[in-house]
């Protein structure tokens, strides 16, 4: 499945506890909750970059690829190829996701999937491996009669221990020693409309811009 991300901005803050909680409360009055889940992503990158013969071989910048599931259910899982603004996703098996964190990439082209395919020349071709894991709750609003939406990513945790993805009680304890942190996300078409900059300037005026971010990719 290929989609195009509706929404060409998108901006990401780091928040403090306390500005977390009186944006969130402002959200609750102002804005539908849209839905709330626990996400697991484990993301990929290419090491070619640092190899003296890279050259032109290297992945393009805007080109990634990411494992995700969500409310520790790791029955579903997506493979999300994003590319730009847009993204392409097909679901794999629990199975298949073992097999591939222990190194085992043949099955990747028995299923004759383009997704798949184009992954396992990345994985055998680029030197693509597993990068860092994050493990957050996302709550996600949408504001009334605007074409934008905000998400407040909640106990955001990292690991590297990349063969503990899809066991979230290992995942736990690799964090547990960790400060979970807030961030603020932002995905509008056009502009941030003034009431809005004012919300956000009363209720979390301590918050860092981190950078534009990427697309997000939801939970359906």
């Known amino acids: 499945m290929t989609t195009t991300h509706p929404y060409a901005h998108h901006l990401r803050y780091k928040l403090t506890p306390a500005d977390y909680a009186a944006l969130r409360t402002r959200l609750a009055a102002d804005a539908v ?3 709330t889940t626990g996400i697991h992503t484990l993301r990929f990158a290419s090491y070619r970059g640092a190899l003296a013969d890279a050259g032109s071989q290297d992945i393009p910048a805007d080109l990634h690829y ?3 599931y ?3 259910d790791p029955a579903y ?5 994003q590319c730009g603004w847009e993204s392409a996703y097909t679901v794999i098996a629990e199975a298949e996701c073992r097999a591939l964190l222990a190194g085992e990439t043949d099955w990747l082209l028995e299923r004759y999937n383009p997704i798949l395919q184009d992954f396992h020349d990345c994985l055998t071709e ?12 996302r709550e996600i609003f949408h504001m009334n009669n605007l074409n934008m939406w905000v998400a407040l990513d909640t106990d955001i945790r990292t690991s590297l221990e990349h063969m503990h993805f899809l066991d979230p009680e290992l995942l736990e304890r690799d964090s547990e020693e960790q400060e979970g942190q807030f961030l603020l996300e932002v995905s509008y078409s056009d502009d941030v409309p003034d009431d ?8 979390a005026p301590r918050r860092k811009l981190l950078a534009a971010a990427e697309p997000a990719c939801l939970p359906a």
């Open 33 to 35: 909750c849209l839905r």
């Open 66 to 68: 990411s494992l995700h």
């Open 70 to 72: 969500y409310d520790n």
């Open 77 to 81: 899982l997506r493979l999300v190829r």
């Open 126 to 137: 680029q030197l693509l491996l597993p990068q860092v894991m994050l493990s957050y709750q």
């Open 196 to 203: 809005v900059l004012c919300m956000l300037e009363e209720a």
